[in-house]
């Protein structure tokens, strides 16, 4: 079975999407800090967005490990379990940073900032998301499996600054 990282890589149509709207791009995996997990577990970047964020996997495997989000600010944490559910977050709900609350309300109107700029987004995405082979949950599924993941005790995914061993704040408070 081909990886969706490969799907990705392999489809511009796909990649370009991904990085706006949706801010999820595969050429930035690098963080712009040293980190580790307190875990000690194998920590890998794969994608980062616009603004300087990281997405993680974390821990031994391929795309079906946890994945750890670090923002740019010193805020982490763990936001889906495998890069399938990942990319559901980030095709249905590309404004998911400005939902704090997981409510619909919140994704509402952040959704209409984003339809406003890109009216056709929702067509689009069912595009991608049937190029890339993947059926994807609603709305109001996607933030719920957002806030189980990122609510739950992650005590294995506390994600350290490694020169001064400061975890970071978590992403979700």
Request: hydrophobic fraction near 40%; proline fraction near 7%.
């Amino acid at each position: 079975m081909r990886s969706l990282l490969t799907a990705i890589a392999e489809h511009p149509e796909a990649a370009e999407f991904l990085r706006w709207p949706c801010d999820f791009e595969l050429d930035r995996s690098d963080h712009v800090e040293e980190v580790h997990l307190a875990s000690g577990a194998k920590l890998e970047g794969f994608a980062g967005d616009g603004s300087g964020g990281t997405f993680f996997f974390c821990g031994e495997g391929g795309e079906e490990r946890p994945v750890l989000y670090a923002d740019s600010e010193g805020s982490a944490g763990l936001v889906d379990i495998g890069l399938q559910e990942l990319l559901h977050l980030v095709l249905v709900v590309p404004w998911w940073r400005d939902c704090p609350g997981f409510t619909a309300e919140e994704s509402a109107e952040a959704a209409a900032e984003y339809l406003d700029d890109e009216p056709d987004l929702p067509a689009h995405r069912d595009r991608i998301a049937a190029a890339l082979g993947l059926t994807l949950p609603t709305e109001a599924e996607v933030l719920a499996r957002l806030r189980d993941v990122a609510t739950a005790p992650n005590k294995d995914f506390v994600l350290i600054f490694t020169p001064e061993n400061n975890p970071y704040e978590p992403l979700f408070a």
